[in-house]
């Protein structure tokens, strides 16, 4: 079976994640992807450490299945060549601020009443309206206006941030899932639309358990408690080789498994303690995990249903057999930089097998391919590159 988004085409102005994410996950289930970039420079990406062969590691593992070319916007030719590409795409993915792309004369209002049938879909902080538009800022600040940094670490200590850009990818699928409702919109009605997506928009809509506490009572919830750690059920706990177990027996029947298993029957009845007496079951779990190794809690507790899990590194996950079963992490052979691991689409289809077709581009790869298709000649295209046009 051919791949769903086989035919689709879509111009890529992002920079930087989650523009690179989101169209990754459009080309690895079939869409052409013709990444648009600054001549001589191109996306920030490339450049961001660390470097494998001379490139990003990061760049290299978010643009696989894309093509790239170098094109200056600002132009007038640019801009001539970019109308001729247009005619041929079905989307554009953008992440500039409000207001860039009209001062450019490519928003959306401009290039639909030549194309009606366009999909548009700029990814912002925080969206194209609202008080906080033109507000610069990155994931850790949109966790912090959503209220989810209140929500992290220690009761009484900090906010903690959290190990992975969580806004930067919540705006990267929720741009896949905009633009495949406006293709399913289209196919209906025969008409393109503008998909605003803001990280902040993502990360509020993720409040979900928080927010529906907060609906109940009104009041903000503390930190260090469910579902954010903190609980005798629902915490970390240290081992006897330093390294860590994660327990998350939320209910009572994986609770009482777990405590009758590592010697705690006399905390049966305290899965939901509160106050000091919340402090004392933690500190009896303390002092029992540390009487045994991860690796050793979680052999004795693997075939029961006690919901305890080792913390690993990533060293580890990239070994760990069962991600090597599903087939999450595979090598692709990159120009100049040797097999280069990447994470798979995470999502397993009866019928449709996603193709990993070409690897990550370099600058402007494709930049000449693609107006030799346009009709351009040669003589042109080596005077469009002497004036940094492309």
């Known amino acids: 079976m051919n791949n769903p988004l086989d035919g689709i085409r879509i111009l890529d102005l992002t920079r930087l994640n989650p523009g690179a994410y989101c169209t990754m996950l459009l080309a690895d289930m079939g869409a052409d992807v013709l990444k648009i970039e600054q001549p001589g420079r191109g996306d920030y990406l490339r450049y961001t450490p660390p470097l494998i ?220 303690a509160k106050g000091q007496r919340s402090k004392e079951v933690i500190n009896r779990l303390s002092s029992i995990f540390k009487t045994k190794s991860r690796d050793e809690w979680f052999e004795i507790l693997y075939d029961l249903d006690s919901c305890l899990t080792p913390v690993k590194t990533l060293d580890e996950v990239f070994t760990d057999p069962h991600v090597k079963h599903r087939e999450l992490i595979f090598d692709l052979d990159c120009p100049g930089s040797g097999n280069v691991k990447q994470l798979a689409l995470p999502v397993k289809f009866s019928e449709i097998k996603p193709k990993i077709r070409i690897p990550p581009p370099s600058l402007g790869q494709h930049t000449d391919s693609i107006l030799d298709g346009l009709g351009y000649e040669k003589s042109k295209i080596e005077q469009l590159k002497k004036k940094g046009i492309i």
């Open 53 to 272: 062969g001379g490139q990003s590691s990061m760049f290299l593992t978010l643009n696989r299945n894309k093509k790239s070319m170098t094109l200056n916007l600002k132009s007038e030719e640019g801009k001539e060549i970019f109308t001729r590409l247009l005619n041929s795409y079905d989307i554009l993915v953008e992440s500039f601020r409000p207001g860039v792309c009209k001062r450019l004369g490519i928003d959306y209002d401009t290039l639909k009443k030549d194309h009606p049938e366009l999909i548009y879909c700029p990814i912002t902080g925080f969206g194209q309206d609202g008080p906080y538009k033109n507000l610069v800022g990155h994931d850790i600040n949109y966790l912090a206006l959503s209220g989810i940094l209140s929500l992290t670490g220690e009761k009484n200590g900090p906010p903690i941030v959290p190990g992975i850009p969580i806004a930067d990818i919540a705006g990267s699928m929720f741009a896949v899932m905009g633009i495949l409702l406006a293709l399913i919109s289209r196919q209906k009605t025969g008409t393109g639309q503008f998909v605003d997506i803001s990280m902040f928009d993502g990360v509020v809509s993720w409040l979900t358990i928080q927010a529906a506490r907060f609906i109940a009572n009104g009041k903000s919830p503390e930190r260090a408690t469910w579902p954010a750690g903190g609980e005798p059920f629902y915490s970390v706990y240290q081992t006897k080789d330093g390294k860590y177990v994660a327990v998350g027996a939320a209910e009572d029947k994986f609770w009482k498994i777990l405590c009758e298993k590592i010697g705690a029957k006399e905390l049966l009845e305290d899965r939901t």
